[in-house]
Protein backbone atom coordinates (compact mmCIF):
# COMPACT_ATOMS: atom_id res chain seq x y z
CA UNK A 1 0.00 0.00 0.00
CA UNK A 2 1.09 3.57 -0.98
CA UNK A 3 -0.30 6.53 -3.15
CA UNK A 4 -3.13 6.64 -0.45
CA UNK A 5 -3.54 10.77 -1.00
CA UNK A 6 -4.67 10.84 -4.45
CA UNK A 7 -7.88 8.35 -5.41
CA UNK A 8 -6.46 7.33 -8.66
CA UNK A 9 -2.72 7.40 -9.70
CA UNK A 10 -0.99 6.48 -13.28
CA UNK A 11 2.41 6.08 -13.24
CA UNK A 12 4.59 5.22 -16.12
CA UNK A 13 1.76 3.61 -17.78
CA UNK A 14 2.63 2.19 -21.12
CA UNK A 15 0.23 0.10 -23.66
CA UNK A 16 1.50 -1.16 -26.93
CA UNK A 17 -0.71 -3.06 -29.90
CA UNK A 18 1.98 -4.78 -31.42
CA UNK A 19 4.82 -2.36 -32.16
CA UNK A 20 2.59 0.48 -31.43
CA UNK A 21 2.71 2.23 -28.59
CA UNK A 22 -0.76 3.78 -27.89
CA UNK A 23 -0.08 5.35 -24.42
CA UNK A 24 3.62 6.04 -23.69
CA UNK A 25 4.27 6.56 -20.16
CA UNK A 26 1.28 8.10 -18.86
CA UNK A 27 1.84 9.75 -15.11
CA UNK A 28 -1.45 11.43 -13.64
CA UNK A 29 -2.93 11.54 -10.29
CA UNK A 30 -6.61 11.93 -9.74
CA UNK A 31 -8.10 13.24 -6.44
CA UNK A 32 -11.04 12.48 -5.30
CA UNK A 33 -14.37 14.54 -7.08
CA UNK A 34 -11.87 15.95 -9.61
CA UNK A 35 -12.86 16.15 -13.13
CA UNK A 36 -9.94 15.59 -15.30
CA UNK A 37 -10.60 16.00 -19.60
CA UNK A 38 -8.35 14.75 -21.78
CA UNK A 39 -8.04 16.23 -25.01
CA UNK A 40 -6.04 15.13 -28.22
CA UNK A 41 -6.48 14.00 -31.54
CA UNK A 42 -7.74 10.54 -32.56
CA UNK A 43 -4.96 8.29 -32.19
CA UNK A 44 -3.76 10.10 -29.35
CA UNK A 45 -4.67 7.60 -26.77
CA UNK A 46 -6.89 8.66 -24.99
CA UNK A 47 -10.12 5.61 -25.53
CA UNK A 48 -6.79 3.29 -25.05
CA UNK A 49 -5.77 5.17 -21.86
CA UNK A 50 -9.44 5.33 -20.37
CA UNK A 51 -9.75 1.07 -21.10
CA UNK A 52 -6.58 0.49 -19.22
CA UNK A 53 -7.76 2.21 -16.09
CA UNK A 54 -10.93 0.05 -16.31
CA UNK A 55 -8.61 -3.07 -17.03
CA UNK A 56 -10.55 -3.75 -20.27
CA UNK A 57 -6.86 -3.77 -22.41
CA UNK A 58 -3.87 -5.04 -20.16
CA UNK A 59 -1.11 -2.70 -20.14
CA UNK A 60 2.57 -3.70 -20.59
CA UNK A 61 4.21 -1.97 -17.78
CA UNK A 62 3.76 0.71 -15.18
CA UNK A 63 0.99 0.78 -12.20
CA UNK A 64 -2.39 2.38 -12.19
CA UNK A 65 -3.00 3.00 -7.83
CA UNK A 66 -6.75 2.84 -6.58
CA UNK A 67 -6.87 4.02 -3.64
CA UNK A 68 -3.10 3.06 -2.86
CA UNK A 69 -3.46 -0.49 -3.86
CA UNK A 70 -2.13 -1.44 -7.57
CA UNK A 71 -4.68 -2.89 -9.58
CA UNK A 72 -3.20 -3.70 -12.56
CA UNK A 73 -0.87 -6.43 -11.47
CA UNK A 74 -0.26 -9.18 -14.26
CA UNK A 75 -3.20 -11.66 -13.46
CA UNK A 76 -5.00 -9.98 -10.54
CA UNK A 77 -8.35 -10.76 -11.09
CA UNK A 78 -9.98 -7.19 -12.71
CA UNK A 79 -13.61 -8.01 -11.94
CA UNK A 80 -13.57 -6.49 -8.33
CA UNK A 81 -11.49 -3.15 -9.81
CA UNK A 82 -14.00 -2.82 -12.28
CA UNK A 83 -17.37 -2.57 -10.40
CA UNK A 84 -15.57 0.48 -8.66
CA UNK A 85 -14.49 2.02 -12.25
CA UNK A 86 -17.35 2.85 -14.43
CA UNK A 87 -17.29 3.27 -18.01
CA UNK A 88 -19.10 4.58 -20.74
CA UNK A 89 -18.47 4.46 -23.95
CA UNK A 90 -18.57 6.64 -27.61
CA UNK A 91 -20.95 4.12 -29.08
CA UNK A 92 -23.34 3.42 -25.82
CA UNK A 93 -23.29 -0.27 -25.85
CA UNK A 94 -26.62 -0.61 -24.37
CA UNK A 95 -27.87 -4.83 -24.62
CA UNK A 96 -30.19 -4.45 -27.54
CA UNK A 97 -31.84 -7.65 -26.45
CA UNK A 98 -33.05 -6.08 -22.86
CA UNK A 99 -35.27 -2.94 -21.72
CA UNK A 100 -33.88 0.01 -19.97
CA UNK A 101 -34.55 -1.43 -16.69
CA UNK A 102 -33.53 -5.02 -17.82
CA UNK A 103 -29.83 -2.87 -19.10
CA UNK A 104 -29.72 -0.88 -15.79
CA UNK A 105 -30.26 -3.76 -12.98
CA UNK A 106 -28.15 -6.38 -14.82
CA UNK A 107 -25.03 -5.75 -13.02
CA UNK A 108 -26.57 -4.79 -9.89
CA UNK A 109 -28.34 -8.29 -9.92
CA UNK A 110 -25.37 -10.20 -10.81
CA UNK A 111 -22.30 -8.77 -9.37
CA UNK A 112 -23.44 -6.69 -6.50
CA UNK A 113 -26.56 -9.63 -5.33
CA UNK A 114 -28.55 -7.10 -4.83
CA UNK A 115 -32.71 -7.47 -4.47
CA UNK A 116 -34.52 -7.29 -7.07
CA UNK A 117 -36.87 -4.90 -5.70
CA UNK A 118 -33.86 -2.45 -4.08
CA UNK A 119 -31.97 -2.71 -8.22
CA UNK A 120 -35.35 -1.55 -9.35
CA UNK A 121 -36.20 1.16 -7.39
CA UNK A 122 -32.58 2.98 -7.15
CA UNK A 123 -32.85 2.60 -11.07
CA UNK A 124 -36.11 4.23 -11.39
CA UNK A 125 -34.68 7.54 -8.67
CA UNK A 126 -31.78 7.47 -11.03
CA UNK A 127 -33.82 7.64 -14.39
CA UNK A 128 -35.95 9.71 -12.82
CA UNK A 129 -33.05 12.22 -12.03
CA UNK A 130 -32.20 12.31 -15.91
CA UNK A 131 -35.81 12.57 -17.13
CA UNK A 132 -35.93 9.20 -18.46
CA UNK A 133 -38.08 7.69 -16.16
CA UNK A 134 -41.01 6.99 -18.76
CA UNK A 135 -38.76 5.05 -20.58
CA UNK A 136 -37.88 2.39 -18.20
CA UNK A 137 -39.61 -0.32 -20.24
CA UNK A 138 -38.40 0.77 -23.79
CA UNK A 139 -35.75 -1.47 -25.68
CA UNK A 140 -32.74 0.44 -27.12
CA UNK A 141 -33.32 0.79 -30.35
CA UNK A 142 -36.47 2.65 -29.80
CA UNK A 143 -34.77 5.85 -28.30
CA UNK A 144 -32.60 8.95 -29.35
CA UNK A 145 -28.79 8.52 -29.34
CA UNK A 146 -28.94 11.32 -26.32
CA UNK A 147 -31.31 8.94 -24.80
CA UNK A 148 -29.32 5.78 -25.31
CA UNK A 149 -26.31 7.57 -24.07
CA UNK A 150 -28.10 8.58 -20.48
CA UNK A 151 -29.13 5.01 -19.93
CA UNK A 152 -25.61 4.29 -20.48
CA UNK A 153 -24.55 6.51 -17.89
CA UNK A 154 -27.28 5.56 -15.56
CA UNK A 155 -26.17 1.83 -16.17
CA UNK A 156 -22.72 2.69 -14.80
CA UNK A 157 -24.05 4.50 -11.91
CA UNK A 158 -26.03 2.29 -10.63
CA UNK A 159 -23.29 -0.04 -9.71
CA UNK A 160 -22.56 3.12 -7.62
CA UNK A 161 -18.89 3.38 -9.04
CA UNK A 162 -16.02 5.93 -7.00
CA UNK A 163 -14.13 6.61 -10.23
CA UNK A 164 -16.52 7.25 -13.63
CA UNK A 165 -14.65 7.20 -16.72
CA UNK A 166 -16.27 8.69 -19.73
CA UNK A 167 -14.99 7.61 -23.58
CA UNK A 168 -16.00 10.61 -26.13
CA UNK A 169 -19.57 10.33 -25.10
CA UNK A 170 -21.40 13.06 -27.07
CA UNK A 171 -18.75 12.32 -30.62
CA UNK A 172 -21.53 9.93 -31.52
CA UNK A 173 -24.72 11.74 -31.32
CA UNK A 174 -26.46 14.66 -33.57
CA UNK A 175 -25.46 17.95 -32.64
CA UNK A 176 -29.18 18.88 -31.09
CA UNK A 177 -28.55 15.77 -28.43
CA UNK A 178 -25.03 16.76 -27.23
CA UNK A 179 -26.22 19.12 -24.57
CA UNK A 180 -28.62 17.02 -22.66
CA UNK A 181 -25.72 14.34 -22.42
CA UNK A 182 -23.50 17.35 -21.01
CA UNK A 183 -26.05 18.14 -18.40
CA UNK A 184 -26.11 14.71 -16.66
CA UNK A 185 -22.05 15.41 -16.76
CA UNK A 186 -22.53 18.11 -15.19
CA UNK A 187 -25.08 16.65 -12.44
CA UNK A 188 -22.38 14.34 -11.75
CA UNK A 189 -19.26 16.89 -11.15
CA UNK A 190 -21.71 18.53 -9.23
CA UNK A 191 -22.09 15.74 -6.97
CA UNK A 192 -18.48 15.26 -6.53
CA UNK A 193 -17.85 12.31 -8.54
CA UNK A 194 -14.51 11.84 -10.15
CA UNK A 195 -14.22 11.97 -13.58
CA UNK A 196 -12.03 11.04 -16.38
CA UNK A 197 -13.34 12.47 -19.78
CA UNK A 198 -11.78 12.00 -22.82
CA UNK A 199 -14.02 14.97 -25.19
CA UNK A 200 -13.82 16.45 -28.39
CA UNK A 201 -16.01 19.34 -26.83
CA UNK A 202 -13.15 22.40 -26.08
CA UNK A 203 -15.43 24.01 -25.13
CA UNK A 204 -17.39 22.13 -21.90
CA UNK A 205 -14.04 20.98 -20.94
CA UNK A 206 -13.28 24.57 -20.32
CA UNK A 207 -16.30 25.22 -18.25
CA UNK A 208 -16.25 22.10 -15.91
CA UNK A 209 -12.82 20.44 -15.83
CA UNK A 210 -10.45 21.42 -12.88
CA UNK A 211 -7.36 20.47 -14.97
CA UNK A 212 -7.23 19.44 -18.96
CA UNK A 213 -4.40 17.18 -20.19
CA UNK A 214 -3.62 17.41 -23.79
CA UNK A 215 -2.43 13.91 -25.24
CA UNK A 216 -0.49 13.62 -28.19
CA UNK A 217 1.09 10.46 -29.43
CA UNK A 218 0.61 8.06 -26.25
CA UNK A 219 1.95 10.58 -24.34
CA UNK A 220 0.51 13.28 -21.75
CA UNK A 221 2.18 16.89 -23.43
CA UNK A 222 0.77 19.41 -21.03
CA UNK A 223 -1.56 19.54 -17.93
CA UNK A 224 -2.97 22.53 -16.84
CA UNK A 225 -5.70 24.17 -15.95
CA UNK A 226 -8.78 24.94 -18.15
CA UNK A 227 -8.18 28.82 -17.94
CA UNK A 228 -4.24 28.04 -18.94
CA UNK A 229 -4.65 25.77 -21.44
CA UNK A 230 -7.19 27.56 -23.36
CA UNK A 231 -5.52 31.06 -23.30
CA UNK A 232 -1.73 30.18 -22.94
CA UNK A 233 -1.01 26.43 -23.59
CA UNK A 234 3.04 26.20 -22.54
CA UNK A 235 3.49 23.17 -25.87
CA UNK A 236 3.83 24.41 -29.24
CA UNK A 237 1.91 21.07 -30.32
CA UNK A 238 -0.76 21.92 -27.81
CA UNK A 239 -0.93 25.82 -29.40
CA UNK A 240 -1.34 23.97 -33.39
CA UNK A 241 -3.71 21.32 -31.62
CA UNK A 242 -6.11 24.36 -30.04
CA UNK A 243 -5.62 26.38 -33.38
CA UNK A 244 -6.50 23.59 -35.22
CA UNK A 245 -10.11 22.89 -33.75
CA UNK A 246 -11.04 26.43 -32.09
CA UNK B 1 -64.02 6.64 -55.29
CA UNK B 2 -61.25 9.20 -54.43
CA UNK B 3 -58.99 10.70 -58.34
CA UNK B 4 -55.69 8.51 -57.67
CA UNK B 5 -52.49 10.34 -58.43
CA UNK B 6 -51.06 9.60 -62.22
CA UNK B 7 -48.25 7.78 -60.38
CA UNK B 8 -50.42 5.30 -58.81
CA UNK B 9 -52.93 4.92 -61.84
CA UNK B 10 -49.53 4.31 -63.80
CA UNK B 11 -48.32 1.85 -60.95
CA UNK B 12 -51.53 0.15 -61.24
CA UNK B 13 -52.07 -0.54 -65.03
CA UNK B 14 -48.66 -2.31 -64.45
CA UNK B 15 -49.51 -4.52 -62.03
CA UNK B 16 -52.83 -5.81 -63.42
CA UNK B 17 -50.49 -5.98 -66.88
CA UNK B 18 -48.20 -8.50 -65.09
CA UNK B 19 -50.97 -10.42 -63.78
CA UNK B 20 -51.90 -11.36 -66.67
CA UNK B 21 -48.76 -11.86 -68.76
CA UNK B 22 -48.35 -14.36 -65.37
CA UNK B 23 -51.21 -15.73 -65.75
CA UNK B 24 -51.21 -16.80 -69.28
CA UNK B 25 -47.93 -18.22 -69.07
CA UNK B 26 -48.50 -20.39 -65.87
CA UNK B 27 -52.01 -21.58 -68.06
CA UNK B 28 -49.41 -22.12 -71.45
CA UNK B 29 -46.97 -24.31 -69.39
CA UNK B 30 -49.89 -25.95 -67.60
CA UNK B 31 -51.80 -26.78 -70.97
CA UNK B 32 -48.78 -27.68 -72.59
CA UNK B 33 -47.81 -30.51 -70.21
CA UNK B 34 -51.44 -31.51 -69.97
CA UNK B 35 -51.29 -32.51 -73.48
CA UNK B 36 -47.63 -33.57 -74.31
CA UNK B 37 -47.16 -35.89 -71.04
CA UNK B 38 -50.01 -38.23 -71.83
CA UNK B 39 -48.42 -38.82 -74.85
CA UNK B 40 -45.22 -40.48 -73.58
CA UNK B 41 -45.06 -43.96 -74.31
CA UNK B 42 -45.27 -44.90 -70.93
CA UNK B 43 -48.10 -42.54 -69.50
CA UNK B 44 -50.38 -45.37 -68.86
CA UNK B 45 -47.74 -47.91 -67.12
CA UNK B 46 -47.19 -44.98 -65.30
CA UNK B 47 -50.11 -43.55 -64.30
CA UNK B 48 -51.33 -47.34 -62.80
CA UNK B 49 -47.80 -47.57 -61.19
CA UNK B 50 -47.35 -43.98 -59.50
CA UNK B 51 -50.57 -42.22 -59.35
CA UNK B 52 -52.97 -44.93 -58.82
CA UNK B 53 -55.82 -43.73 -56.73
CA UNK B 54 -57.71 -46.74 -55.32
CA UNK B 55 -54.67 -47.65 -53.98
CA UNK B 56 -53.65 -44.12 -52.42
CA UNK B 57 -57.03 -44.42 -50.72
CA UNK B 58 -56.41 -47.60 -49.41
CA UNK B 59 -53.22 -46.98 -47.93
CA UNK B 60 -52.76 -43.06 -46.97
CA UNK B 61 -54.81 -43.88 -43.60
CA UNK B 62 -52.25 -46.46 -42.34
CA UNK B 63 -49.45 -43.97 -43.89
CA UNK B 64 -50.42 -41.29 -41.64
CA UNK B 65 -50.64 -43.58 -39.09
CA UNK B 66 -47.01 -44.29 -39.69
CA UNK B 67 -45.94 -40.74 -39.71
CA UNK B 68 -46.60 -40.65 -36.35
CA UNK B 69 -43.38 -42.13 -35.62
CA UNK B 70 -41.45 -39.78 -38.11
CA UNK B 71 -43.73 -37.20 -35.54
CA UNK B 72 -42.51 -38.44 -32.54
CA UNK B 73 -38.97 -39.28 -33.65
CA UNK B 74 -38.33 -36.02 -34.59
CA UNK B 75 -39.85 -34.24 -31.35
CA UNK B 76 -37.85 -36.05 -29.25
CA UNK B 77 -34.88 -35.55 -30.84
CA UNK B 78 -35.44 -31.75 -31.28
CA UNK B 79 -34.51 -30.91 -28.18
CA UNK B 80 -31.49 -32.94 -27.41
CA UNK B 81 -30.55 -31.76 -30.35
CA UNK B 82 -30.52 -27.82 -29.02
CA UNK B 83 -28.77 -28.96 -25.83
CA UNK B 84 -26.52 -30.46 -27.29
CA UNK B 85 -25.26 -28.11 -30.14
CA UNK B 86 -25.68 -25.30 -27.06
CA UNK B 87 -22.94 -27.46 -25.25
CA UNK B 88 -20.67 -28.23 -28.30
CA UNK B 89 -20.73 -24.49 -29.51
CA UNK B 90 -19.86 -23.01 -26.32
CA UNK B 91 -17.04 -25.61 -25.69
CA UNK B 92 -15.66 -24.49 -29.25
CA UNK B 93 -15.61 -21.02 -27.57
CA UNK B 94 -13.68 -21.47 -24.08
CA UNK B 95 -10.74 -19.75 -23.99
CA UNK B 96 -9.69 -20.97 -20.56
CA UNK B 97 -6.13 -22.63 -21.64
CA UNK B 98 -7.09 -25.46 -18.92
CA UNK B 99 -10.05 -26.17 -20.73
CA UNK B 100 -8.13 -26.64 -23.63
CA UNK B 101 -9.04 -29.84 -24.19
CA UNK B 102 -13.05 -28.85 -24.39
CA UNK B 103 -12.07 -26.97 -27.07
CA UNK B 104 -10.34 -29.87 -29.08
CA UNK B 105 -12.94 -31.48 -28.58
CA UNK B 106 -15.58 -29.34 -29.48
CA UNK B 107 -13.58 -29.03 -33.16
CA UNK B 108 -13.25 -32.61 -33.66
CA UNK B 109 -16.68 -33.01 -33.11
CA UNK B 110 -18.05 -30.97 -35.59
CA UNK B 111 -15.95 -31.63 -38.08
CA UNK B 112 -16.29 -35.61 -37.88
CA UNK B 113 -19.95 -35.83 -37.41
CA UNK B 114 -20.54 -32.72 -40.57
CA UNK B 115 -18.30 -34.43 -42.57
CA UNK B 116 -19.96 -37.77 -42.51
CA UNK B 117 -23.29 -38.63 -44.49
CA UNK B 118 -26.04 -39.13 -42.39
CA UNK B 119 -26.87 -42.09 -43.76
CA UNK B 120 -23.69 -43.76 -43.06
CA UNK B 121 -23.88 -42.80 -39.28
CA UNK B 122 -27.54 -43.82 -38.89
CA UNK B 123 -25.90 -47.02 -40.58
CA UNK B 124 -22.82 -47.35 -38.43
CA UNK B 125 -24.54 -46.61 -35.35
CA UNK B 126 -28.07 -48.19 -36.05
CA UNK B 127 -26.42 -51.54 -36.81
CA UNK B 128 -23.43 -51.67 -34.93
CA UNK B 129 -24.24 -50.47 -31.20
CA UNK B 130 -26.77 -52.99 -31.62
CA UNK B 131 -24.43 -55.74 -32.49
CA UNK B 132 -22.83 -55.70 -29.18
CA UNK B 133 -25.30 -57.91 -28.16
CA UNK B 134 -27.66 -55.71 -25.76
CA UNK B 135 -30.41 -56.45 -23.97
CA UNK B 136 -33.63 -54.62 -24.68
CA UNK B 137 -34.37 -51.80 -24.45
CA UNK B 138 -30.77 -50.84 -25.33
CA UNK B 139 -30.95 -52.84 -28.88
CA UNK B 140 -34.01 -50.53 -30.02
CA UNK B 141 -33.21 -48.83 -33.65
CA UNK B 142 -35.51 -46.05 -32.36
CA UNK B 143 -33.03 -45.12 -29.68
CA UNK B 144 -29.65 -45.71 -32.11
CA UNK B 145 -31.80 -44.00 -34.85
CA UNK B 146 -32.08 -40.85 -32.48
CA UNK B 147 -28.92 -40.98 -31.50
CA UNK B 148 -27.17 -40.93 -35.25
CA UNK B 149 -29.55 -38.14 -36.13
CA UNK B 150 -28.77 -36.06 -32.39
CA UNK B 151 -24.65 -36.53 -33.47
CA UNK B 152 -25.11 -35.61 -37.08
CA UNK B 153 -27.41 -32.48 -36.44
CA UNK B 154 -26.02 -30.77 -33.17
CA UNK B 155 -22.68 -30.82 -35.13
CA UNK B 156 -24.65 -28.09 -37.57
CA UNK B 157 -26.61 -26.40 -35.03
CA UNK B 158 -23.19 -25.90 -33.07
CA UNK B 159 -21.31 -24.11 -35.97
CA UNK B 160 -24.67 -21.62 -36.40
CA UNK B 161 -24.88 -21.06 -33.04
CA UNK B 162 -21.11 -20.44 -32.77
CA UNK B 163 -20.92 -18.19 -35.78
CA UNK B 164 -23.77 -16.30 -34.27
CA UNK B 165 -21.52 -15.89 -30.94
CA UNK B 166 -19.03 -14.45 -33.16
CA UNK B 167 -21.18 -12.32 -34.97
CA UNK B 168 -21.91 -10.38 -31.96
CA UNK B 169 -19.72 -7.02 -31.70
CA UNK B 170 -16.68 -7.06 -29.03
CA UNK B 171 -18.06 -3.89 -27.81
CA UNK B 172 -21.01 -5.58 -26.46
CA UNK B 173 -18.19 -8.10 -24.37
CA UNK B 174 -16.82 -4.38 -23.43
CA UNK B 175 -19.71 -3.58 -22.24
CA UNK B 176 -20.29 -6.39 -19.92
CA UNK B 177 -17.29 -6.72 -18.72
CA UNK B 178 -16.43 -3.05 -17.64
CA UNK B 179 -19.98 -3.26 -15.71
CA UNK B 180 -17.81 -6.28 -13.59
CA UNK B 181 -19.79 -9.39 -14.90
CA UNK B 182 -17.99 -12.61 -14.94
CA UNK B 183 -17.08 -13.93 -18.62
CA UNK B 184 -19.48 -16.97 -17.93
CA UNK B 185 -22.26 -14.43 -17.12
CA UNK B 186 -21.55 -12.26 -19.97
CA UNK B 187 -22.21 -15.64 -22.40
CA UNK B 188 -25.37 -15.74 -20.70
CA UNK B 189 -27.02 -13.08 -20.26
CA UNK B 190 -25.31 -10.53 -23.34
CA UNK B 191 -23.83 -12.90 -25.83
CA UNK B 192 -26.01 -15.73 -26.48
CA UNK B 193 -29.53 -14.41 -26.29
CA UNK B 194 -28.21 -12.24 -29.10
CA UNK B 195 -26.65 -14.85 -30.88
CA UNK B 196 -29.39 -17.37 -30.68
CA UNK B 197 -32.18 -14.35 -31.28
CA UNK B 198 -29.97 -14.13 -35.15
CA UNK B 199 -29.32 -17.49 -36.03
CA UNK B 200 -33.34 -18.99 -35.59
CA UNK B 201 -34.12 -18.63 -39.13
CA UNK B 202 -30.61 -20.15 -40.08
CA UNK B 203 -31.89 -22.93 -37.29
CA UNK B 204 -35.23 -23.36 -38.94
CA UNK B 205 -33.59 -24.70 -41.83
CA UNK B 206 -31.96 -27.23 -40.11
CA UNK B 207 -35.59 -28.20 -38.07
CA UNK B 208 -36.75 -28.49 -41.89
CA UNK B 209 -34.34 -31.00 -42.84
CA UNK B 210 -34.42 -32.75 -39.82
CA UNK B 211 -38.10 -33.53 -40.50
CA UNK B 212 -37.02 -35.14 -43.40
CA UNK B 213 -33.86 -37.31 -42.40
CA UNK B 214 -36.23 -38.74 -39.85
CA UNK B 215 -37.22 -40.94 -42.81
CA UNK B 216 -33.34 -42.28 -43.00
CA UNK B 217 -34.37 -44.32 -39.74
CA UNK B 218 -36.67 -46.32 -42.08
CA UNK B 219 -33.19 -48.27 -42.75
CA UNK B 220 -32.58 -49.48 -40.00
CA UNK B 221 -35.92 -50.67 -38.56
CA UNK B 222 -38.34 -48.47 -37.40
CA UNK B 223 -41.42 -48.82 -38.99
CA UNK B 224 -42.41 -44.70 -40.19
CA UNK B 225 -43.47 -43.42 -43.03
CA UNK B 226 -41.11 -44.23 -45.32
CA UNK B 227 -40.66 -47.88 -44.27
CA UNK B 228 -44.23 -48.49 -44.20
CA UNK B 229 -44.76 -47.23 -47.90
CA UNK B 230 -42.19 -49.50 -48.98
CA UNK B 231 -44.25 -52.48 -47.22
CA UNK B 232 -46.80 -51.50 -49.59
CA UNK B 233 -44.78 -50.81 -52.37
CA UNK B 234 -43.48 -54.46 -52.42
CA UNK B 235 -47.33 -55.76 -51.21
CA UNK B 236 -48.79 -54.12 -54.31
CA UNK B 237 -46.15 -54.14 -56.65
CA UNK B 238 -46.95 -50.41 -57.06
CA UNK B 239 -45.46 -46.98 -56.39
CA UNK B 240 -47.83 -44.71 -55.60
CA UNK B 241 -47.27 -45.28 -51.42
CA UNK B 242 -44.12 -43.48 -52.66
CA UNK B 243 -46.46 -40.22 -53.26
CA UNK B 244 -48.62 -40.81 -50.76
CA UNK B 245 -45.44 -40.43 -48.40
CA UNK B 246 -43.84 -37.53 -50.44
CA UNK B 247 -47.52 -35.47 -49.89
CA UNK B 248 -47.37 -35.89 -46.17
CA UNK B 249 -43.88 -34.91 -45.62
CA UNK B 250 -44.75 -32.03 -48.43
CA UNK B 251 -47.40 -30.68 -45.67
CA UNK B 252 -45.21 -30.37 -42.96
CA UNK B 253 -41.89 -29.20 -44.82
CA UNK B 254 -43.95 -26.77 -47.17
CA UNK B 255 -45.43 -24.70 -44.44
CA UNK B 256 -42.19 -24.83 -42.15
CA UNK B 257 -40.42 -23.28 -45.26
CA UNK B 258 -42.77 -20.43 -45.60
CA UNK B 259 -42.27 -19.97 -41.75
CA UNK B 260 -38.92 -19.89 -41.71
CA UNK B 261 -38.71 -17.48 -44.49
CA UNK B 262 -41.27 -15.04 -42.62
CA UNK B 263 -38.75 -15.12 -39.84
CA UNK B 264 -35.29 -14.24 -42.19
CA UNK B 265 -37.89 -11.54 -43.81
CA UNK B 266 -39.16 -10.33 -40.37
CA UNK B 267 -35.14 -10.04 -39.01
CA UNK B 268 -34.02 -8.51 -42.01
CA UNK B 269 -36.68 -5.39 -41.95
CA UNK B 270 -35.96 -5.22 -38.24
CA UNK B 271 -32.00 -4.85 -37.72
CA UNK B 272 -30.62 -6.01 -34.21
Not at chain 2, 38 to 49: D, L, M, N, Q, T
Request: aromatic share 8%; charged share 20%; net charge neutral.
Amino acid sequence: MRNVTHKLILEDLTCRFDDLTVCDGINLSVDSGEMICLIGASGSGKSTLLRCINLLEPIDSGHIWLDGEDIAIPGLDPKPYRKRIGIVFQSFNLFPHMSVMQNICLAPKRVLNASVADTKAKALELLEKFGLQDKANEYPDRLSGGQQQRVAIVRALAMQPEIMLLDEITSALDPELVGEVLEVVKALKEQDMTIVLATHEMSFAREVADRVCFLDGGKILETATPEEMFTNPREARTREFLHRIL
Amino acid sequence: MSQLSPRKRYEQQERRRSLLIATVSLLAVCATLYYLVPKAPGWESVKRSFFNWPILEKTFPTLLKAFLWDIAIFAWSLPLIMVLALIIALCRNVRTPALFPLRVFGALYTDIFRGVPTILLVYLIGFGIPGLGLARPWNSPYLWGTVALVLTYSAYVAEVLRSGIESVHKSQRSASESLGLTEADTMRFVILPQAIRRQVPAMMNFVIALQKDVALLSFIGPVELLRQANVYKSLMANFTPYIGAAIIFLCVTIPATRYADYLLAQQRSVRT
